[in-house]
T-cell receptor
Framework: DAGVIQSPRHEVTEMGQEVTLRCKPI?????LFWYRQTMMRGLELLIY????????DSGMPEDRFSAKMPNASFSTLKIQPSEPRDSAVYFC????????????FGSGTRLTVV | GQQLNQSPQSMFIQEGEDVSMNCTSS?????WLWYKQEPGEGPVLLIA?????ELTSNGRLTAQFGITRKDSFLNISASIPSDVGIYFC???????????FGKGTSLLVTP
């Protein structure tokens, strides 16, 4: 298995631009999670899906952030408009049965907003 | 999410030394997990713990689920240079909750 695949690995964009991060979970994993990692705040949960349905989006910072999972093999996290404070590493993770089974993380997308 | 307090924040040790780190919370967790993150990669699961008092090993790593269910410990014996990385604890409050992560313990090992 190729693991959780995220793209792009790096993204540099100007403030105000739209940014779309992509994730392909491991086949057969019913749970998909988006986390954001910064030095100050560590790993923060943004949103998670179960069987393509958003279950908890309380961590989504504000209306500028949106996430979708149109099918079991693909998810996107979109930021529009982007701001410098959105600069972070964004991780996607998947799990076969929720948190207790542990997550498999992707390699992350390092986003820099200038 | 519930705050997990990890300590120490960083450790700088010599190869061959044993390492101990811990994670505490004011909340009760029903699952504790330990992850390791290397530069440029996502965290990788090391050990999962499911019952209070449980002691689980994975090679030179041993982790324990605290009796109070509010803490967990990770020990690394006879450290080697490839143990370098950031170690995260993570806890789940209950079914349906996502994992909360500590802020990590950064480990440096000198040959």
């Amino acid at each position: 298995d190729a693991g959780v695949i995220q793209s792009p690995r790096h993204e540099v964009t100007e403030m105000g631009q739209e940014v779309t991060l992509r994730c392909k979970p491991i086949s057969g994993h019913d749970y998909l999670f988006w986390y954001r990692q910064t030095m100050m705040r560590g790993l923060e949960l943004l949103i998670y899906f179960n069987n393509n349905v958003p279950i908890d989006d309380s961590g989504m910072p504000e209306d500028r952030f949106s996430a979708k999972m149109p099918n079991a093999s693909f998810s996107t996290l979109k930021i529009q408009p982007s701001e410098p404070r959105d600069s972070a590493v964004y991780f996607c993770a998947s799990s076969p049965g929720g948190a207790a089974y542990g997550y498999t993380f992707g390699s992350g997308t390092r986003l820099t907003v200038v | 999410g519930q705050q997990l307090n990890q300590s120490p924040q960083s450790m700088f040790i010599q190869e061959g030394e044993d390492v101990s780190m811990n994670c505490t919370s004011s909340s009760i967790f029903n699952t504790w997990l330990w992850y390791k993150q290397e530069p440029g990669e996502g965290p990788v699961l090391l050990i999962a713990l499911y019952k209070a008092g449980e002691l689980t090993s994975n090679g030179r790593l041993t982790a324990q689920f605290g009796i109070t269910r509010k803490d967990s410990f990770l020990n690394i014996s006879a450290s080697i240079p490839s143990d370098v990385g950031i170690y995260f604890c993570a806890g789940q409050l209950g079914s349906g909750y996502a994992l909360n992560f500590g802020k990590g313990t950064s480990l440096l090992v000198t040959p």
